[in-house]
């Protein structure tokens, strides 16, 4: 399942990643609506597929860290930082 949730997360981040900078139009209320569903979606893809790949296999105790520091966390982390830096890049080339 983790790996299901890790898919649905990495499309979910391609879908948001297309809507935000691949549109030709002006950005309005449903283009803002369905990047930031599709990234919200994404990260709750991505918490639950970290905390399947951060369980140990002897016990249920997960610490907050390890969730943060498995791969879904961390490929979810960075896309959203590039998707703000290059809004901000792209905000700047319009404004």
């Known amino acids: 399942m983790k790996w299901v949730l890790f898919f649905f997360s990495v499309i979910s981040l391609?879908?948001?990643?297309n809507t935000l900078f691949f549109v030709p139009e002006q950005y309005d209320l449903f283009t803002i609506v369905a990047a930031g569903v599709a990234i919200a979606i994404a990260g709750i893809c991505a918490w639950f597929s970290s905390k399947?790949?951060?369980l140990p296999a002897r016990s249920s105790d997960i610490k907050p860290k390890n969730i943060v520091?498995?791969?879904p966390a961390v490929v979810?982390?960075?896309a959203i930082l590039l998707?703000?830096?290059f809004g901000l890049m792209?905000?700047?080339a319009y404004h």
């Open 14 to 17: 391609f879908f948001a990643g």
């Open 52 to 54: 399947a790949f951060a």
């Open 69 to 71: 520091m498995a791969p």
């Open 76 to 78: 979810w982390i960075v």
């Open 83 to 85: 998707f703000c830096f």
């Open 90 to 92: 792209k905000f700047r």
